[in-house]
């Protein structure tokens, strides 16, 4: 299929990244250039084949449920690049 | 003793284990080496006092008894060092302070090694020369303006220039083996789940590994040693018991049969490396191994493959970075959405752009079972392929790369030229089994090639048995003007 400037649009909306509108027609050309090289796996049958789940021999373990950290609220909100308090600050989204 | 940077980790370990040396002695030499780092640009952090603090600390009550005694090790900047700066390679994490260390970090230092720095890498480690780093690109110390691989280029490049005993990366695709063959070192990407992924930046998650870089093969088995091992933090870690790869490794190959794959014969491929495998297939006859011709048929739908997963498991798995937690966050925009999205187009340069679009596409409702399904589908075949091929054969052999080092910029603009380079590489991940790359020649221009050989899963020893055996009988020796000290 063939990306063109609103598909660019749409999924960068979709992935929540604003695209510059000047980069737009060089990110074209290099999607659809991409796209067409991956889409030669059309060329292969896959009626038959099963979709690879996992590259892993055994099942993915589950852990128990239980807590086992806890009481690291400080440490998590080092990093926030804005905090009050005990809480992450983001601009206002309730009018 | 001042060619103490450019000896083997296991000479050095000997060395300190028999007390002919300091810690410190060794910390200072390699800190001093690091000095010249400015034209290479292979670290993004330095740790020099750290270093220096944990090797006297060493040297005042030296516990002999680990793998790695009193080793400054210098590491890709991917994996989470509690208290020192994490970057990625990206202005999005540019002011991260994990406050927790990598399960894998944390098995090195159990075993008596310490942090010397953090090295350069692409974005994200996405990217297969280190041109696509917030952090500037890397010069491999071969030859000037010349890329040294990547997504692991920082890691080649400053364990070829002598700037860390060894080093260790991180493989998605290619990422160890490719920068691995561009500085004539030696890389390997462990079987998936042998090395956990716990407090690595996750790039693909169903295809990153963790693995060694190092300059010689008995190295590489001695940092195996020391990083693998089951972690319950990690849900797709393997649960075997330890093994002792450096204990274990020899030089007999005898009656082992390697496979010669004929499609990984590719169209304009130099003939220096058409000699390379050649070489390697007289060097495995004379060592008592059996040649036996194989076909991987699905090798040519590795790469579309690839494109679809990698992306796909990146666009989720890059979706945290929405400048609230930790990261960049950018001051543009009146409201949540505007924030985020302005923060993640500002913070990810433009290939971690590219691929998270690529993988948003290939999710997206309606395009799914086309894409997404399709290449999971593929990606049984390539699977089945090397299944099949491994009730003939014990391991098979490849070059690594289809070409040497290139020049910085020239496939910069062409991203499908870029994704080639790891034609060879890829279908070992998305098999999830291990390969490793050993120096084995060089082109015209004297740049290093490398041999790859690929192996069951959890095949390690045999494999690094079979390079140790024909890494011996090469011979290579790396020569090196080191411009960079210039």
Known sequence: MSIDKDKIKHVSKLARISVDEKKIEHLTKDLSSIFKFIEQLNELNTDKVEPLSSILNEPLRSRKDEINDGKIRDKILENSPKKNEEFFVVPKVIE | MADLTKKSLTEIVSLIKKKEIKSEEVTNLFIKNIKNDKKLNSFITNCNEHAVKKAKKFDKNPKLDTLLPGIPIAVKDLFCTEGVKTTA????????????????????????????????????????????????????????????????????SALAADLTPTTIGTDTGGSIRQPASFTGTVGLKPTYGLCSRWGIVAFASSLDQAGPMTKTVEDCALMLEAMAGFDEKDSTSIKK???????????????????????????????????????????????????????????????PTYYIVAPAEASSNLARYDGVKYGFRSNKGTNLIEMYENTRSEGFGDEVKRRILIGTHVLSSGYYDAYYIKAQKVRQLIKNDFDESFKKVDAILTPSTPSAAFKIGEKKNDPISMYLNDIFTVPVNLAGIPAISIPAGTDNNNYPLGLQFIG????????????????????FKQNLNRWWEK
């Open chain 2, 456 to 475: 069951k899963t959890l095949d390690e020893q045999k494999l690094l048995n079979i390079a140790f055996a024909v890494e011996k009988k090469i011979n």
């Open chain 2, 241 to 303: 018991k330890k093994e002792n790869y450096s204990k274990n490794l020899t030089y007999n190959i005898k009656g082992l049969k390697i496979g010669i794959p004929k499609e990984y014969r590719v169209d304009g491929m130099p003939k220096e490396i058409d000699k390379l495998w050649e070489n390697g297939k007289k060097i495995l006859k004379e060592s008592g191994a059996e040649i036996i011709d194989i076909s991987l048929p699905n090798t040519k739908y590795a790469l």
């Open chain 2, 89 to 156: 390679g990206s202005k999005m994490l540019d002011n991260f302070i994990p406050n927790y260390e990598s399960t894998i970090t944390k098995n090195l230092w159990n075993e008596g090694a310490f942090l010397l720095g953090k090295l350069n890498c692409d974005e994200y480690a996405m990217g297969s020369s280190n041109e696509t780093s917030f952090f500037g690109n890397v010069m491999n110390p071969v030859a000037e303006n010349t890329v040294p691989g990547g997504s692991s280029g920082g890691s080649a």
